[in-house]
């Protein structure tokens, strides 16, 4: 089978219709046609087996979670989803392999409309690269660099089960813990696109998305605002099964570094927060304050009693040395 | 060093400034402002080490190239080049291969005003994938599908060169050949922009890069166009490098399933031949018409004595079984 079968094949059947792709997979460029008055917002990830997703990772998984992870870039910039291109590196020709992937990544892309534009398959080590846009009006646009001293600092859903899912996967004398709900979190992530628009409807929201662990994530808005941050550990959301895996005593340097839930973390003002409560109350997504921007720089991480705890950054870094 | 300061340094370095990219690197996403009117044209490559490029390619050579090949892809649509993400996976942290790398891609870059928009950076056997965007008025949009019965077919530059340097490269006892020039074609191949958007001027102009040889690529116009093709051997334009190489008999095999030149295959009807030799003349681009697009399905070659010459088709196919 030649690679324009190939393409033919999966890419072209995991194609959502959508009136603003003009000419999609088959030609040398797909051509689109932007929405006036709007903004694109592009990102681009890559996922390597054995580094992004341990190498026993079922294919619909890593076909969920690439474009989950991309989906979640557009999330934190407050964008609607719209375009995806997919690059996929494979060690040979497994049909079976490839339809499975494409089932997991074409669930995610149908629940948000998301048209596979086009890509390219290669022979190689197993490795995927995708490319997202989405639109966003200017004025809706959350960024790193938004946050202020004073404002608090939020974070959606819970944190640290992704990481406790790895955990699980590696670890064989944790298989009798009951964690598929953190396994789950760490092979199918949210995509928190609804939350990324309602925070648009607010002025001057910094956002991102905690991809390598909240100290690192927060870090990153902190210092694209020149700020600092607290956080109250006492107030981070923790799922029943993360608390209870834990005793209900988290190992905070795991939780505080645990990436791979693609949650978001974001920055209002004090005069927000009532109205903001209230709207994501009303679409039913849990948001939870766990503490404030300040102008002094660093972030510090206060217990119940108010003593500080020192947690080392360790979130996943690929090239630490 | 982080992955973080990786970016900061070689590809905010590379970024170059356009209007239209309201936010580049640093954020979730790039933040890009389309221009009314035009319509977006999209395309994705990924280039493996040992596959797209021999190993011992030098690294400006790679970052050179993988630009150049999805740039060559905005050329075959008409396209002008606007924005380019890039995701690198590296075995290592190598300082001075990003280096190199970034310089001949940057090289490119610059002189197509393409602004490096986001990328990612990952460990992992090297691998280079890249998406391209550029912009395109509606109805200049060249089209694979767009071939008629009688229309001429044109190629510019020359064919069969890289493939030839790539032997050269691969081959030790040619080291004397004097091929320098077939390896630069296979190193830094063409991106035929200007070309692309002289076509666009013209209407139902159909058109492909080159990218695994004339045969392969014509045959894809033809299955769009749901036409045949007849090509003149004797027509085909050669370098003096390969003409001397090959004692002026040309082996058709090779040169017909040639990629990696990157020149522009395209078909106009008769009536605009003229016209269009004339403009691609005025701005001094060598093309040369190699054929006619026919009714019956199938490329037919031919030898100057008209006699037919079997060619098999075996352009690179990732996956061929």
């Known amino acids: 089978m030649s690679e324009f079968d190939l393409i033919n094949q999966y890419f072209k059947a995991a194609a959502v219709k959508r ?11 797909a051509l689109l046609s932007p929405p006036p008055g709007k903004q694109l917002a592009v990102s681009t990830d890559t996922l390597i087996s054995g580094v992004h997703f341990p190498e026993t990772t079922k294919a619909e998984d890593i076909g969920y979670k690439s474009l989950a992870v991309n989906l979640s870039d557009l999330a934190a910039m407050g ?34 409309s998301v048209c596979l ?52 996967i590696l670890n064989k004398s944790m298989i009798d813990k009951n964690l598929a709900f953190c396994i789950k979190r760490l092979n199918r992530p949210t995509a928190n696109i609804l ?17 390598d662990g909240l100290l690192s994530d927060l870090g990153h808005i902190c210092t694209s605002s020149e700020t600092g941050a ?35 973390c974001f920055c209002c003002s004090q005069q927000q927060v009532s109205a903001l409560l209230e709207k994501f109350t009303k679409h039913g997504i849990p ?35």
Chains 1, 2 share one sequence.
């Open 19 to 29: 009136d603003d792709v003009v000419l999609g997979i088959g030609d040398d460029c």
């Open 195 to 211: 939350a990324g628009q309602l925070l648009g409807v607010f002025s001057d929201i910094a956002a991102i998305d905690i991809s």
């Open 79 to 112: 964008a609607e989803p719209a375009w995806v291109s997919l690059a996929i590196s494979l060690p040979e020709l497994d049909h079976a392999w490839l339809e499975n992937f494409m089932s997991g990544f074409t669930e995610l892309a149908q629940r948000y």
């Open 117 to 168: 534009i086009g890509g390219d398959t290669t022979r190689g080590p197993l490795s995927i690269t995708i490319s997202v846009t989405g639109f966003v009006s200017p004025e809706a646009v959350l960024k790193r660099s938004s946050a202020k001293a004073g404002d608090a600092v939020f974070v959606t859903g819970t944190l640290g089960d992704a990481r406790l899912g790895l955990q699980a």
């Open 287 to 321: 948001i939870t304050q766990i503490g404030k921007i300040t102008e002094v720089k660093g972030i510090q991480c206060l217990l119940e009693d108010g003593a500080k705890l020192d947690i080392t950054q360790d979130g996943y870094n690929h090239f630490a040395t």
């Open 230 to 264: 607290i956080i109250n550990l006492s107030s981070l959301p923790l799922s029943n099964e993360l608390s209870h895996y834990y005793h209900q005593k988290p190992d905070w340097q795991k939780v505080l570094n645990a990436g791979d839930d693609y949650e978001l």
